[in-house]
Structures are given as structure tokens and as C-alpha cells.
């Protein structure tokens, strides 16, 4: 039987398990929209931005594991939505961005919004393919579920020339993808064994992409039995239970002094599903490359990302999930005595978790403190980039997968995006997007797609009238010579309204906590966004820090 391109493609994609695609229509990939009508069990949800809708469907792929799966245009629409794909690169997401593309019998020709997607895109994605037969669409879809969700997951970009969309072909389709197993090998296992019984102080640093509800569970198990301290790697507070006794925090930006001297007193590190990143490692300084001070075990989905920064002790490549399967087969050899190295970690955590003093009448670091009384048990908090960012990080307690969804590439105008990516996925859970006043000016036009979808978040903009981020980093180099920072901002709570939303100023500690449960009513007593604009002295810029002890540090340093 003929079908059209368009048509062989959906057929692909409900074959692969697709529910939901984010999008923005346009003409190059008319045969892809018009198949939706044949395939209702494929929800197209309608962004309004392409940056928009390639971060929810990056934010789809962290929560699920499965690629999310993202339909833009050519030209303009592949190159809006690239941030989301450089996202899913950095943050080994499973990601496959549809692109049209203009007919083989006019290619390279500059067409109209013509691009060479294969050389735009070869840095930022893991493959992309142009699919220049209609015949073919079925084995390269396969092919990029395959490729995307196996070894180190990532993001694929597919352009489809008109001509093969709309060109007809008799082909069969293909079933649903099987990533592939990667177990590690019990010599491994038993060397890994080894070295933990023989340390006296180690760490395991988890993260990276692709766990599983059951893999946490494994893991957890697996700290608990071999007496192993847990830190969460840059932005990926969602791999550990931030409650279990053997938690002692994250790394990289935003880590406490006390887990940066744990990290270097470390005699064994052992790093589960992460890269080590310039963040993860505080710029190489507490993970040092390419020697470590600490033994390094390294355990990795991709043989290429082992050995390839880091002098390793030990490489296990291995997947995070079959890796948690086969450690929740060990058992010590021998009774471990390292309670009081887990304890001291864990105690040093919590004493990080009682807020700071800060400036002004609202307080930042108090503000999320409370969030852990405010919140219920299934929650997820989303972030952009920030300095607003590391004030949720720091006190919130996050318990488990899909309670935190953070850019590690430290992308600006995430939160939302991902926030309504969250909300379309667990409608039951309780999305709370964390923004600065810089950072929800970048996609506050997918305040439109909570409202057509009717998505009951919870934004908290956070406005302190500058790019706070930059004008810290200026005073730091540039003491007092601050340039170029300062907004002219909107009245945030008339624009949610405007949305047919919820609005309310907080610019007191003490309002907060109402104003919080008003906002959270409304949002799922009315399935509509609301919006509290914090208002906070713009000198508190980081927990325990101002802008202004950072000039003078600053000064001090350029006078010495
Ligand atoms: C897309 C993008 N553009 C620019 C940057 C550089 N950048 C990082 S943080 C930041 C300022 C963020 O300002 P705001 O959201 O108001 O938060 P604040 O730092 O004031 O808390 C900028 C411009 C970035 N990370 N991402």
C-alpha cells in the first residue's frame, strides 16, 4: 500500500511509543502535520516559539528517558529551536528534532530558508541525517531512536525534504526500538568491590541521564550497604533521595565549602552515569585533570567519554541502569567500619540547609527553605540559568527522578518550557518554575501553550531589575565598572493575567508562604498558570553573598 512521506513517518513514530510531539507548524512539513489527523494517539502540542517547544521536548526526554520529540520548520524554525538540541547534547538527552527541508530539485541553490542542516548542526547533535528517499524514512527513524537513547544519549536532527515527504512509497514499517544492553563484566564488578572495601573515605557522585525509579532504588541500596556517601553531580539533584541518610550534597556551582574539602580528603571517588564537566569539577580543581588526586572509578554509558579528560583508576562502560541492576547483586565481603566518614558528610549537609542571613526584607535563602514545608511529596521544581537558580538548589530537599529539571548547559529561558513539559507529562504533580526576571523574559511566550492546555504551574519570577549573573562575574573582574545589566521590566502579574492567569507581588519574607498557597490553589483549583513576582534587594546575589563584598573583595585583590 502507497503512502506519503508524512504518512510513513507518523506511522513510525506511534510505532515507537510517541504520545506527544511539541511544535511549531510550518509549510516545509505540511505532509508531517496533515498525517496527525490519522493518528490521534499522537498529542501535537503547539508551541509558540521553537526555542519553546525544543526545550519541552528536551525536558520530555529527561523525565522520561524516551527522545522527546520536536517538529520546526526550516531556516528560521531550525535555527530558534537549536538551543534545545545544544541542551539535550550537553545534557546527554535523548532528543530527535524534525526539520523541513526544502525539495531535492532545487537544493543548493540558497533556496528560500535553505540550510545545510547535516554542517549546521554536526557539533551540537549526536547524528544528523537528511532523508532524501521517501522509502528510506522508516530505517532512519529506527536508526535514530536506536542512536539517540543508546550509549551516551543525545539528540538527533532529522531534515526531511519536501520531495520525500511528499513522494508516496510502498515500505514496511519497523517495531519499536530496543536500546541496547551494556552489563559490566563481573571481573569488573569484583575489582570495584575491592576497591571500596579498601578506601577509607569514598564518594560516588551520581548522575547523568537515563534513570530509572528502580535504578535509584538499586543505587541507594547499594550506598547504604557499602557505607558510600552520594553527591549529586552539576544540576542533576534528581538521581538520589536528598533525605537518605548517605546524601551530602551536589557538586559544582553552588557547592558548599565542606563538600569541596570532602571531594579533595576523598581517597575514592567513584563517578555513576556522569561526564565530569568543567561545573561538575569546579573548572578541573576538585576532580583534578587529567591526574586525580583520588582514585577515580568512572562508570559511563559511552567508551568514549572513559579515560578521555580523567587519568581513570578504573573504567566500567556501562549504562546506569544495567550498572544499578548488576551492584544490586553485590554484597561486602567484609563488615565496613566507615559510618562516621557517611555520618560527617551527611551532617556538614545539613548544616548547608539552614538559611543564611541576607540583606532586605525578603530573604532568598529563607524563601526556599520553606519551600520544603509549602511543597507536597510529588513536586518538581525547573530552573533556566541564574543566580536566582542556586537558592533552590541549595535548600530545596529533592526526592527522587523528576523532582528537578535543570539545564546542565546553563541555558537561559529553560524553567518554563520545562515546567509545561512537566505539567503535560504528571498533570498530578505540583511544577513550580523558578525564574529570574532575565531568564522568563526569554520564553514567556509559552505562557500561552499553559493556558491553550490548560497546564496549572506555579512561576516564581525572581526580580531583581539586572542580569544579576553577569553583574557578578562583572564586579568581579571589572570592580564598580558595572555596564549594560539593568531592565526596564514589565508588570509581571498583569502579563500572567493577561494569560488569563494568576498574579500576586511578594516582596516580604513573611508574605510568602500565603502568596504561595493562593498561587498553588489557583493553579489547580483553575488548570491555569500563577505567578509570584519576588521582589528582593538586588545586592543579595548568591547565598551568603553580596554584590558588594564581591567588589570589595575584588578591590582589595586589584590594589594587593
Ligand atoms: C541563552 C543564554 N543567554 C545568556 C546567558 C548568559 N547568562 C547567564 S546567567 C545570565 C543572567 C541571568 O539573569 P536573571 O535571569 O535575571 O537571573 P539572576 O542572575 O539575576 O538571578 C546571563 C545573561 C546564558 N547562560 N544563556
Same mark, same amino acid.
Given at each position: 500500500?502507497?503512502?506519503?512521506? =508524512?504518512?510513513?513517518?507518523?506511522?513510525?513514530?506511534?510505532?515507537?511509543?510517541?504520545?506527544?510531539?511539541?511544535?511549531?507548524?510550518?509549510?516545509?512539513? @505540511?505532509?508531517?502535520?496533515?498525517?496527525?489527523?490519522?493518528?490521534?494517539?499522537?498529542?501535537?502540542?503547539? %508551541?509558540?516559539?521553537?526555542?519553546?517547544?525544543?526545550?519541552?521536548?528536551?525536558?520530555?526526554?529527561?523525565?522520561?528517558?524516551?527522545?522527546?520529540?520536536?517538529?520546526?520548520?526550516?531556516?528560521?524554525?531550525?535555527?530558534?529551536?537549536?538551543?534545545?538540541?545544544?541542551?539535550?547534547?550537553?545534557?546527554?538527552?535523548?532528543?530527535?528534532?524534525?526539520?523541513?527541508?526544502? =525539495?531535492?530539485?532545487?537544493?543548493?541553490?540558497?533556496?528560500?530558508?535553505?540550510?545545510?542542516?547535516?554542517?549546521?548542526?554536526?557539533?551540537?547533535?549526536?547524528?544528523?541525517?537528511?532523508?532524501?528517499?521517501?522509502?528510506?524514512?522508516?530505517?532512519?527513524?529506527?536508526?535514530?531512536?536506536?542512536?539517540?537513547?543508546?550509549?551516551?544519549?543525545?539528540?538527533?536532527?532529522?531534515?526531511?525534504?519536501?520531495?520525500?515527504?511528499?513522494?508516496?512509497?510502498?515500505?514496511?514499517?519497523?517495531?519499536?526500538?530496543? $536500546?541496547?544492553?551494556?552489563?559490566?563484566?563481573?571481573?569488573?564488578?569484583?575489582?570495584?568491590?575491592?576497591?571500596?572495601?579498601?578506601?577509607?573515605?569514598?564518594? @560516588?557522585?551520581?548522575?547523568?541521564?537515563?534513570?530509572?525509579?528502580?535504578?535509584?532504588?538499586?543505587?541507594?541500596?547499594?550506598?547504604?550497604?557499602?557505607?558510600?556517601?552520594?553527591? %549529586?553531580?552539576?544540576?542533576?539533584?534528581?538521581?538520589?533521595?536528598?533525605?537518605?541518610?548517605?546524601?551530602?550534597?551536589?557538586?559544582?556551582?553552588?557547592?558548599?565549602?565542606?563538600?569541596?574539602?570532602?571531594?579533595?580528603?576523598?581517597?575514592?571517588?567513584?563517578?555513576?552515569?556522569?561526564?565530569?564537566?568543567?561545573? !561538575? !569539577?569546579?573548572?578541573?580543581?576538585?576532580?583534578?585533570? $587529567?591526574?586525580?588526586?583520588?582514585?577515580?572509578?568512572?562508570?559511563?554509558?559511552?567508551?568514549?567519554?572513559?579515560?578521555?579528560?580523567?587519568?581513570?583508576?578504573?573504567?566500567?562502560?556501562?549504562?546506569?541502569?544495567?550498572?544499578?541492576?548488576?551492584?544490586?547483586?553485590?554484597?561486602?565481603?567484609?563488615?565496613?567500619?566507615?559510618?562516621?566518614?557517611?555520618?560527617?558528610?551527611?551532617?556538614?549537609?545539613?548544616? #548547608?540547609?539552614?538559611?543564611?542571613?541576607?540583606?532586605?526584607?525578603?530573604?532568598?535563602?529563607?524563601?526556599?527553605?520553606?519551600?520544603?514545608?509549602?511543597?507536597?511529596?510529588?513536586?518538581?521544581?525547573?530552573?533556566?540559568?541564574?543566580?536566582?537558580?542556586?537558592?533552590?538548589?541549595?535548600?530545596?530537599?529533592?526526592?527522587?527522578? #523528576?523532582?528537578?529539571?535543570?539545564? #546542565?548547559?546553563?541555558?537561559?529561558?529553560?524553567?518554563?518550557?520545562?515546567?509545561?513539559?512537566?505539567?503535560?507529562?504528571?498533570?498530578?504533580? !505540583?511544577?513550580? %518554575?523558578?525564574?529570574?526576571?532575565?531568564?522568563?523574559?526569554?520564553?514567556?511566550?509559552?505562557?500561552?501553550?499553559?493556558?491553550?492546555?490548560?497546564?496549572?504551574?506555579?512561576?516564581?519570577?525572581?526580580?531583581?531589575?539586572?542580569?544579576?549573573?553577569?553583574?557578578?562575574?562583572?564586579?568581579?573582574?571589572?570592580?564598580?565598572?558595572?555596564?549594560?545589566?539593568?531592565?526596564?521590566?514589565?508588570?509581571?502579574?498583569?502579563?500572567?493575567?493577561?494569560?488569563?492567569?494568576?498574579?500576586?507581588?511578594?516582596?516580604?519574607?513573611?508574605?510568602?508562604?500565603?502568596?504561595?498557597?493562593?498561587?498553588?490553589?489557583?493553579?489547580?483549583?483553575?488548570?491555569?498558570?500563577?505567578?509570584?513576582?519576588?521582589?528582593?534587594?538586588?545586592?543579595?546575589?548568591?547565598?551568603?553573598?553580596?554584590?558588594?563584598?564581591?567588589?570589595?573583595?575584588?578591590?582589595?585583590?586589584?590594589?594587593?
Amino acid at each position: 500500500m502507497k503512502r506519503n512521506g =508524512g504518512k510513513i513517518l507518523m506511522q513510525q513514530l506511534a510505532n515507537h511509543g510517541v504520545k506527544r510531539i511539541f511544535m511549531v507548524p510550518g509549510e516545509s512539513y @505540511l505532509p508531517c502535520i496533515d498525517a496527525l489527523n490519522d493518528f490521534k494517539q499522537i498529542d501535537p502540542i503547539v %508551541c509558540r516559539q521553537e526555542s519553546g517547544a525544543a526545550y519541552m521536548a528536551e525536558a520530555y526526554g529527561k523525565l522520561t528517558g524516551e527522545p522527546g520529540i520536536c517538529f520546526v520548520t526550516r531556516g528560521p524554525g531550525a535555527t530558534n529551536a537549536s538551543i534545545g538540541v545544544h541542551t539535550a547534547f550537553q545534557d546527554s538527552t535523548p532528543m530527535i528534532l524534525f526539520v523541513g527541508q526544502v =525539495g531535492g530539485d532545487i537544493y543548493d541553490k540558497e533556496a528560500f530558508q535553505e540550510i545545510d542542516y547535516v554542517s549546521m548542526f554536526s557539533k551540537v547533535a549526536k547524528w544528523v541525517v537528511q532523508i532524501n528517499k521517501t522509502e528510506r524514512i522508516p530505517e532512519y527513524i529506527s536508526r535514530a531512536f536506536h542512536i539517540a537513547t543508546s550509549g551516551r544519549p543525545g539528540p538527533v536532527v532529522i531534515a526531511l525534504p519536501e520531495d520525500s515527504l511528499w513522494g508516496e512509497a510502498d515500505v514496511a514499517d519497523i517495531a519499536k526500538y530496543v $536500546p541496547v544492553k551494556s552489563y559490566p563484566h563481573p571481573q569488573d564488578l569484583d575489582r570495584l568491590q575491592s576497591l571500596i572495601e579498601n578506601a577509607e573515605k569514598p564518594l @560516588l557522585v551520581v548522575g547523568g541521564s537515563r534513570w530509572s525509579e528502580e535504578a535509584v532504588q538499586n543505587i541507594q541500596n547499594f550506598a547504604d550497604k557499602f557505607q558510600l556517601p552520594v553527591a %549529586c553531580s552539576w544540576r542533576r539533584l534528581e538521581c538520589f533521595d536528598h533525605h537518605h541518610p548517605n546524601f551530602a550534597g551536589h557538586m559544582g556551582w553552588g557547592m558548599s565549602e565542606s563538600l569541596r574539602q570532602n571531594i579533595k580528603d576523598a581517597d575514592l571517588v567513584i563517578a555513576l552515569g556522569t561526564r565530569l564537566g568543567e561545573e !561538575t !569539577t569546579e573548572i578541573y580543581t576538585a576532580i583534578e585533570s $587529567p591526574t586525580p588526586n583520588q582514585k577515580l572509578v568512572h562508570i559511563h554509558p559511552s567508551p568514549s567519554e572513559l579515560n578521555s579528560v580523567f587519568d581513570t583508576e578504573m573504567s566500567i562502560a556501562t549504562s546506569v541502569k544495567d550498572f544499578a541492576t548488576a551492584a544490586a547483586t553485590l554484597s561486602p565481603t567484609k563488615t565496613l567500619t566507615r559510618e562516621n566518614w557517611v555520618k560527617k558528610l551527611r551532617d556538614e549537609h545539613l548544616e #548547608t540547609l539552614k538559611p543564611l542571613p541576607s540583606n532586605g526584607e525578603l530573604s532568598l535563602d529563607n524563601l526556599s527553605a520553606q519551600m520544603n514545608e509549602l511543597l507536597p511529596e510529588d513536586f518538581c521544581i525547573t530552573v533556566g540559568a541564574g543566580n536566582y537558580a542556586l537558592y533552590p538548589h541549595r535548600y530545596i530537599q529533592f526526592n527522587g527522578l #523528576t523532582s528537578s529539571l535543570a539545564p #546542565t548547559v546553563g541555558s537561559m529561558g529553560y524553567g518554563l518550557p520545562a515546567a509545561i513539559s512537566c505539567k503535560l507529562e504528571h498533570p498530578e504533580k !505540583t511544577v513550580v %518554575c523558578y525564574a529570574g526576571d532575565g531568564c522568563f523574559q526569554m520564553n514567556l511566550q509559552e505562557l500561552g501553550v499553559a493556558l491553550q492546555y490548560n497546564l496549572g504551574i506555579v512561576v516564581l519570577v525572581f526580580n531583581n531589575g539586572i542580569w544579576g549573573t553577569i553583574r557578578s562575574h562583572q564586579e568581579r573582574e571589572f570592580p564598580g565598572r558595572t555596564i549594560a545589566l539593568d531592565f526596564v521590566n514589565p508588570s509581571f502579574t498583569t502579563l500572567c493575567e493577561s494569560y488569563e492567569g494568576y498574579g500576586e507581588v511578594v516582596d516580604k519574607t513573611e508574605d510568602f508562604k500565603a502568596a504561595f498557597e493562593r498561587a498553588l490553589a489557583f493553579a489547580n483549583e483553575h488548570n491555569r498558570p500563577a505567578l509570584l513576582e519576588i521582589r528582593y534587594d538586588s545586592n543579595n546575589i548568591a547565598p551568603g553573598e553580596t554584590l558588594m563584598e564581591i567588589r570589595e573583595q575584588s578591590l582589595d585583590a586589584h590594589k594587593a
